[in-house]
């Protein structure tokens, strides 16, 4: 099944998991995944496909990462009608928990109002140590995909990155 990542990063943290985690399932499970920067993004790059995989890291108070940032007005008008999107993020639980992963949600919303399917919803689980509501949280008890906590809780993004991709290989 064919699949186009496309990533933000501005420290190189979000193409790490993606090189060294992400990719690795994602073609264990079966997929044939492209990826892009979203900061050599086309037009055609959407309508080319119809399954995406949006990366996106958090910055400070809830911002989107810079790449995402400078193409985000572009973003906010595509059609996502008959796109299926899965998205993971990361993000700084302690020291910016009131803001943790943000850009997934404000991604999410974009997707969702302009017609697309957002699949990878995941389940707010004790592993998670935020104790706000940031607008990764679709619900009380679901974030809008993978929130990744690679600078306090490195020791679980493997296998919440395993869970994912499951996941992802039923909803797909």
Request: contains cysteine; hydrophobic residues 40%; glycine residues 8%.
């Amino acid at each position: 099944m064919n699949l186009k990542l496309i990533y933000g990063t501005d420290t190189g943290n979000t193409v790490n998991i993606i090189d060294n985690h992400l990719l690795i399932e994602l073609e264990k499970a079966g997929f044939n995944v492209s990826t892009l920067c979203v900061n050599q993004v086309q037009s055609s790059d959407w309508q080319n496909d119809d399954k995406f995989i949006l990366g996106v890291p958090t910055w400070c108070d809830g911002g989107l990462q810079s790449c995402w940032e400078n193409y985000f007005e572009n973003f906010k008008n595509l059609s996502f009608e008959g796109k299926t999107v899965a998205l993971f993020g990361l993000g700084d639980q302690i020291g910016y928990e009131e803001w943790f992963c943000d850009a997934i949600g404000v991604l999410a919303e974009i997707v969702i109002k302009n017609k697309g399917k957002v699949i990878g919803y995941t389940k707010l689980d004790d592993s998670y140590i935020f104790k706000t509501k940031p607008k990764v949280m679709f619900d009380e008890n679901t974030m809008y995909g993978l929130a990744l906590d690679d600078d306090n809780q490195q020791e679980l993004t493997s296998q919440r990155i395993v869970n994912w991709v499951a996941q992802l290989k039923q909803e797909f």
